[in-house]
């Protein structure tokens, strides 16, 4: 609504051609507009005391400028230059007594910082509600929360649930949401556990809810694959899609993403060439299915990258990857963990490929990133100030080709690996119903 000119006793003048009708109901144009809330409009000042006095304008004008009030103080409180934006959380729009985190899903930046409790309080009304993905998935991107944001939500959950029945569904559903969460973390052997606990208790069930039977199995062979049993996760792996095929078919994309899990226990045992046929046959599926932009896609073509780097076939590599990482910067943004893996590992390529520019260009990037989400104690932080200082103090005139990283790696025992084959994706993020996404 334009401001229109004031004609000295109350109300204001409207300039406007298209003017709305006198809200006092006499159905005249109203012309002049309550200098109060600036949003009814009156033919008359006597229209306009009358519906103030009687018509119960006066409550209705207290009541919207309080609103704009809150507004304008809110705006205001959050562009302050003597407050820490970076550090408001999204949801309580305050600091509190420990800064807020970032989310880790496709919201960008400082919309992505929330408490724990604030996010847990929301996923929490909106359970009530019978929403209870909100516990997974940011409302607002409807992408999947990661990091320490995930871990402290599915601990918050499995604390309202603990204490419940061990037999009841939304024990076990909580349960599982933790053990993926721990799992995420390199929690492996807590997430075993968990793991093993809930088949148990399904063992003691005269008729257990067959999905979480199956999600069991799926996140324990998770946790013994990344614990390196191999042997033992491809069988719990085979048991799962036996089921998978037989009760959602062979191209659902829970299916689907036990087949990629199958494919990884291959490459995890040095036998890249059946995983990469693997890798390529799902992803011919996925084409089909899901289509070639789809995230389980990219997953499926980042683990062909990454199959291909072990081979040495680094220029195939870079393609893939360049690929991934425009995808999911356009539709996870550009600091997303998915992304910024993505990131390093073509930072490893890059520098294969003696590309050094870009590589340390995109490295120092990374680890700006990292800093920033992370901290500078951080595991992943520090691999990618390892890779930076890797690449400026490299000799090429000693190393052979495709071994540049490889060679200098010898001499980091104990502080993980710099290689693009220790961030292959290797599982998939639990829901509770079995029809999981893979994840990184």
Same mark, same amino acid.
């Given at each position: 609504?334009?401001?229109?000119?004031?004609?000295?006793?109350?109300?204001?003048?409207?300039?406007?051609?298209?003017?709305?009708?006198?809200?006092?109901?006499?159905?005249?144009?109203?012309?002049?507009?309550?200098?109060?809330?600036? #949003? /009814?409009?009156?033919?008359?000042?006597? %229209?306009?005391?009358?519906?103030?006095?009687?018509?119960?304008? $006066? *409550?209705?004008? @207290?009541?919207?400028?309080?609103?704009?009030?809150?507004?304008?103080?809110?705006?205001?409180?959050?562009?302050?230059?003597?407050?820490?934006?970076?550090?408001?959380?999204?949801?309580?729009?305050?600091?509190?007594?420990?800064?807020?985190?970032?989310?880790?899903?496709?919201?960008?930046?400082?919309?992505?910082?929330?408490?724990?409790?604030?996010?847990?309080?929301?996923?929490?009304?909106?359970?009530?509600?019978?929403?209870?993905?909100?516990?997974?998935?940011?409302?607002?991107?409807?992408?999947?929360?990661?990091?320490?944001?995930?871990?402290?939500?599915?601990?918050?959950?499995?604390?309202?649930?603990?204490?419940?029945?061990?037999?009841?569904?939304?024990?076990?559903?909580?349960?599982?949401?933790?053990? #993926? /969460?721990?799992?995420?973390?390199?929690? %492996?052997?807590?997430?075993?556990?968990?793991?093993?606990?809930? $088949? *148990?208790?399904? @063992?003691?069930?005269?008729?257990?809810?067959?999905?979480?039977?199956?999600?069991?199995?799926?996140?324990?062979?998770?946790?013994?694959?990344?614990?390196?049993?191999?042997?033992?996760?491809?069988?719990?792996?085979?048991?799962?899609?036996?089921?998978?095929?037989?009760?959602?078919?062979?191209?659902?994309?829970?299916?689907?993403?036990?087949?990629?899990?199958?494919?990884?226990?291959?490459?995890?045992?040095?036998?890249?060439?059946?995983?990469?046929?693997?890798?390529?046959?799902?992803?011919?599926?996925?084409?089909?299915?899901?289509?070639?932009?789809?995230?389980?896609?990219?997953?499926?073509?980042?683990?062909?990258?990454?199959?291909?780097?072990?081979?040495?076939?680094?220029?195939?590599?870079?393609?893939?990857?360049?690929?991934?990482?425009?995808?999911?910067?356009?539709?996870?943004?550009?600091?997303?963990?998915?992304?910024?893996?993505?990131?390093?590992?073509?930072?490893?390529?890059?520098?294969?490929?003696?590309?050094?520019?870009?590589?340390?260009?995109?490295?120092?990037?990374?680890?700006?990133?990292?800093?920033?989400?992370?901290?500078?104690?951080?595991?992943?932080?520090?691999?990618?100030?390892?890779?930076?200082?890797?690449?400026?103090?490299?000799?090429?005139?000693?190393?052979?080709?495709?071994?540049?990283?490889?060679?200098?790696?010898?001499?980091?025992?104990?502080?993980?690996?710099?290689?693009?084959?220790?961030?292959?994706?290797?599982?998939?993020?639990?829901?509770?119903?079995?029809?999981?996404?893979?994840?990184?």
């Amino acid at each position: 609504m334009c401001m229109g000119e004031t004609d000295g006793k109350g109300a204001s003048t409207s300039t406007r051609d298209d003017v709305a009708r006198c809200a006092n109901g006499c159905g005249k144009p109203g012309t002049k507009r309550c200098k109060g809330c600036k #949003a /009814a409009f009156y033919c008359s000042v006597a %229209c306009h005391k009358t519906h103030w006095k009687t018509g119960g304008h $006066r *409550a209705a004008c @207290r009541k919207t400028r309080a609103q704009v009030e809150a507004v304008r103080v809110t705006a205001e409180m959050v562009r302050s230059p003597t407050r820490d934006t970076s550090s408001v959380c999204i949801i309580c729009l305050d600091v509190g007594d420990a800064p807020p985190i970032q989310s880790g899903c496709g919201c960008r930046g400082d919309a992505g910082l929330a408490h724990v409790d604030c996010r847990a309080e929301a996923c929490a009304h909106r359970a009530r509600g019978g929403i209870r993905d909100g516990w997974l998935s940011c409302g607002t991107c409807h992408q999947l929360y990661t990091g320490r944001m995930k871990l402290g939500l599915a601990e918050t959950l499995w604390s309202i649930h603990q204490d419940g029945d061990e037999q009841s569904q939304e024990r076990q559903w909580a349960a599982g949401v933790l053990a #993926a /969460a721990l799992n995420d973390q390199g929690r %492996c052997a807590e997430s075993e556990a968990i793991c093993r606990e809930v $088949r *148990a208790v399904h @063992r003691r069930m005269e008729q257990p809810d067959h999905r979480h039977v199956l999600s069991a199995a799926r996140l324990l062979a998770n946790a013994l694959h990344d614990q390196g049993k191999h042997a033992e996760a491809e069988g719990l792996y085979r048991e799962v899609l036996g089921a998978q095929r037989q009760e959602l078919g062979r191209n659902d994309p829970a299916t689907l993403g036990t087949v990629m899990n199958l494919a990884n226990v291959a490459y995890a045992q040095g036998k890249l060439d059946e995983a990469l046929a693997q890798y390529e046959d799902l992803r011919a599926i996925q084409e089909r299915v899901l289509g070639a932009d789809h995230l389980d896609t990219m997953t499926t073509t980042f683990n062909i990258s990454a199959t291909l780097s072990a081979q040495g076939k680094f220029g195939e590599a870079e393609m893939l990857l360049r690929k991934v990482l425009e995808l999911q910067q356009r539709v996870l943004g550009k600091e997303h963990p998915a992304a910024l893996t993505t990131t390093y590992c073509l930072c490893i390529v890059l520098f294969e490929l003696s590309k050094d520019r870009e590589a340390e260009i995109r490295c120092r990037d990374l680890l700006s990133a990292q800093q920033r989400l992370h901290g500078p104690d951080h595991p992943l932080t520090e691999n990618a100030s390892w890779l930076l200082d890797g690449m400026r103090t490299f000799d090429n005139e000693h190393t052979q080709p495709g071994s540049k990283l490889r060679d200098k790696h010898q001499s980091r025992e104990g502080k993980g690996s710099v290689e693009i084959e220790s961030s292959i994706c290797s599982t998939t993020n639990y829901d509770g119903n079995d029809a999981a996404v893979p994840r990184r």
